[in-house]
């Protein structure tokens, strides 16, 4: 499996911003894909993810109400619908799709795409 992000790029206080992360490889064993961000000195941290098979959703508190993830099934490819952004919110966003083999889950990570957010 590999997957690419697009759409980063600067944004003021309050806008928003849109990420796409498509996948391509054995997407069919794809379990579940999701987004983590990591700002300047700081650890990686989840943001939200999202099951492909159900489409059950999971947010950090601190994108609750404000982020949306969703994906096309058909498309191989997952979204991220970024709203009332705030400078806290920048980072490099990461996608990340957890592939299952047998009784394990295995990790691919995208190269990431920065998010900027100006005051």
């Known amino acids: 499996v590999q997957v690419v992000e697009s759409g980063g790029g600067l944004v003021q206080a309050g806008g928003s911003l849109s990420l796409s992360c498509a996948a391509s490889g054995n997407t069919a064993s794809i379990n579940a894909m999701g987004w983590y961000r990591q700002a300047s000195g700081k650890q990686r941290e989840l943001v939200a993810t999202i099951t492909t098979s159900t489409g059950s959703t999971n947010y950090a508190d601190s994108v609750k109400g404000r982020f949306a993830i969703s994906r096309d099934n058909a498309k191989n490819t997952m979204y991220l619908r970024m709203n009332r952004l705030k400078p806290d919110d920048t980072a490099v966003y990461y996608c990340?799709?957890?592939?299952?083999?047998?009784?394990?889950?295995?990790?691919?990570w995208g190269q990431g795409t920065q998010v900027t957010v100006s005051s």
């Open positions: 990340k799709a957890e592939e299952k083999l047998g009784a394990f889950l295995y990790p691919w």
